[in-house]
């Protein structure tokens, strides 16, 4: 019942999002978006998924499209002619797709192909092969390892990528220039300032409670990350950049962005060196389930620093990029 | 069997209200929203499609002998940080085409390109 | 004693239905930025502060009360703190229209 509610509320806000010219209204709708999947995800009983969704899609999309709005501008120019064609094409392919859905099993049923094949094996013998409660933890560890490698790498080229497009080269005399403008805007603040001083600490602290306790409960290293790098957002965007940048050295962070996915690398390799597969962590450790505990411990900690890291540098070269070209305004004005 | 297949049907749907976004808007941040619209639909898909009637969260306890399939949970998990990784992305990639074409709008950008060649 | 948990745990969510409900209805029918944000500023809290109650004692779990109680100090510091972040930024961006407004009349009234 609740899930036939959700979606119905799904595809009313996508249809609004059609609609709306007003591109900070549209920001906005894509994070209820985000957030109402998320609620879904839960009554589908993915509580891991639904956990990085919700820090995913409603908090760190959202507020990247927010900066890149500010950038960009805030409204849509009007459509000239009717997209009559589109229209024609969505309906076509939207028929066909609903006419391949004819045959598929039906929602819920327990005998369905997909829950036949490999999903009873990782099911039963999860616990004797590797010892840790969450299943979707150990699937993502252990048993698919090298996905989630190709998925780390992913992140850390966005990373790179998102360096390669916006960064900018900061002088000092810049710096000192926005710092004027950055610390008049948090004098006014200080009720914000006040409440988010204390709860930053729990924010970092919780971080480090969803990263250690993911093989018990939902969780673990891409959770993790994104909850700590969204606590360095919530200080950045209170004290201002200045501030930010003494706390959080550049360099550092990008260091640590290429150490996660070196750590993550050098387990599987150090797995080779002792005479067995790629990511084969009973390789670790004489008992093999304390090898494959220590291998999840150490290649979720390369997850967590490479996700945090990346996005502490994804959103420093938003903003540097926004501080420089309102600077540069400023000064034709 | 509309309780049967809603779910999938209501995936189609939000697939192809993306779909629409992405072709028949000409404004790029609005086109990366419609991206995401469908790929999170597609996760949707993916979800209800591991969801067993009278199962639970695949995190192994006492007394629960049924469980949800926990492995489109992983890849959909891949796949939700490998799509902030491309908006990530698409979106450093709208601002520096602001800074260079002066604006966002499909139709500007390829006049002013056809004016330069 | 456990009919007393449940029935009081249903009203508690009750309230706390009825609560979003009306903050839903006030932001649709209040016709200005500042009582829309009163209605659901206060509304909010309160119904989420409902709901965690109504949870705690249906739940006959320790750690899942503890877990819901420091859900719910949490709750109590954010919602009003984002509240206030959303009137306060209306507020300087109207009082920074205005004082540009006062500026623009001065400068055309020197001018004529």
């Known amino acids: 019942m609740i899930d036939i509610v959700l979606l119905a509320f799904l595809v009313g806000v996508a249809v609004a999002i059609v609609y709306m010219k007003d591109l900070l209204a549209v920001v906005m709708l894509t994070g209820i978006y985000s957030l109402l999947s998320a609620s879904f995800f839960v009554a589908m009983d993915s509580v891991d998924v639904a956990f990085t969704e919700a820090a995913v899609g409603a908090g760190i999309s959202t507020l990247l499209m927010l900066v890149a709005i500010?950038?960009?501008?805030?409204?849509?120019?009007?459509?000239?002619?009717?997209?009559?064609?589109?229209?024609?094409?969505?309906?076509?392919?939207?028929?066909?797709?609903?006419?391949?859905t004819l045959d598929m099993p039906y929602f819920g049923s327990a005998e369905a192909p997909i829950h036949q094949h490999v999903a009873p094996r990782y099911i039963n013998d999860s616990m004797q092969e590797i010892g840790v409660p969450?299943?979707?933890?150990?699937?993502?560890?252990?048993y698919r390892a090298f996905d989630t490698f190709g998925e780390v790498v992913v992140i850390f080229t966005a990373g790179i990528g998102v360096l390669a497009l916006l960064s900018v080269v900061r002088r000092t005399e810049d710096s000192s220039k926005i710092e004027s403008f950055n610390t008049s805007m948090h004098e006014q603040h200080l009720i914000l300032r006040v409440v988010i001083k204390m709860l930053i600490p729990f924010i970092l602290l919780f971080a480090f409670y969803v990263q250690f306790h993911g093989d018990f409960g939902p969780g673990g290293g891409f959770q993790a990350?994104?909850?700590?790098?969204?606590?360095?957002?919530?200080?950045?965007?209170?004290f201002g950049m200045n501030t930010t940048r003494r706390v959080i050295n550049q360099s550092v962070i990008k260091f640590l962005a290429a150490f996660g996915v070196l750590l993550y690398g050098s387990v599987g390799v150090v797995s080779l060196?002792?005479?067995?597969?790629?990511?084969?962590?009973?390789?670790?450790?004489?008992?093999?389930?304390?090898?494959?505990?220590?291998?999840?411990?150490?290649?979720?900690?390369?997850?967590?620093?490479?996700?945090?890291?990346?996005?502490?540098?994804?959103?420093?070269?938003?903003?540097?990029?926004?501080?420089?070209?309102?600077?540069?305004?400023?000064?034709?004005? | 069997m509309l309780m049967g297949l809603y779910n999938y049907w209501v995936v189609v749907v939000l697939m192809m209200i993306g779909f629409y976004i992405v072709i028949a808007h000409g404004n790029l941040i609005k086109k990366i929203v419609g991206l995401t619209i469908f790929q999170t639909s597609v996760f949707i898909f993916y979800i209800s499609m591991s969801k067993v009637d009278g199962g639970t969260a695949p995190i192994l306890a006492d007394g629960i002998n049924q469980y949800s399939n926990p492995l489109p949970h992983v890849l959909i998990l891949t796949a939700i940080v490998v799509g902030i990784a491309t908006t990530a992305v698409g979106l450093a990639l709208a601002v520096r085409i602001k800074e260079a074409y002066g604006s966002i709008e499909e139709d500007e950008i390829q006049k002013m390109d056809n004016l330069d060649c | 004693?456990?009919?007393?948990?449940?029935?009081?745990?249903?009203?508690?969510?009750?309230?706390?239905?009825?609560?979003?409900?009306?903050?839903?209805?006030?932001?649709?029918?209040?016709?200005?930025?500042?009582?829309?944000?009163?209605?659901?500023g206060v509304t909010e809290t309160l119904a989420t502060t409902m709901i965690l109650i109504g949870l705690i004692l249906h739940n006959p779990s320790f750690m899942v009360d503890l877990k819901l109680l420091i859900i719910l100090l949490m709750t109590l510091f954010i919602s009003p703190t984002a509240s206030h972040a959303l009137a306060n930024a209306a507020i300087h961006e109207d009082m920074a229209k205005q004082t540009n407004s006062k500026l623009n009349s001065e400068a055309t009234s020197s001018k004529s």
């Open chain 1, 70 to 100: 500010t950038m960009t501008g805030r409204s849509e120019h009007p459509e000239r002619h009717k997209p009559l064609l589109a229209l024609a094409v969505v309906i076509v392919t939207g028929s066909l797709l609903i006419y391949g």
């Open chain 1, 134 to 142: 969450n299943i979707v933890t150990s699937v993502l560890a252990s």
């Open chain 3, 1 to 40: 004693m456990d009919t007393i948990l449940q029935v009081s745990s249903a009203l508690f969510l009750l309230i706390g239905s009825f609560l979003c409900l009306s903050g839903g209805v006030g932001i649709l029918r209040f016709p200005d930025f500042y009582t829309r944000m009163h209605a659901v």
């Open chain 1, 273 to 333: 060196l002792n005479g067995k597969n790629f990511f084969d962590y009973s390789a670790l450790s004489s008992d093999p389930v304390a090898g494959q505990h220590l291998g999840i411990l150490l290649i979720e900690l390369g997850v967590g620093l490479t996700v945090a890291s990346v996005m502490v540098i994804i959103f420093f070269n938003f903003v540097g990029r926004r501080d420089i070209s309102q600077m540069k305004e400023k000064k034709d004005i």
């Open chain 1, 225 to 238: 990350g994104v909850i700590f790098a969204s606590a360095i957002f919530l200080y950045a965007m209170l």
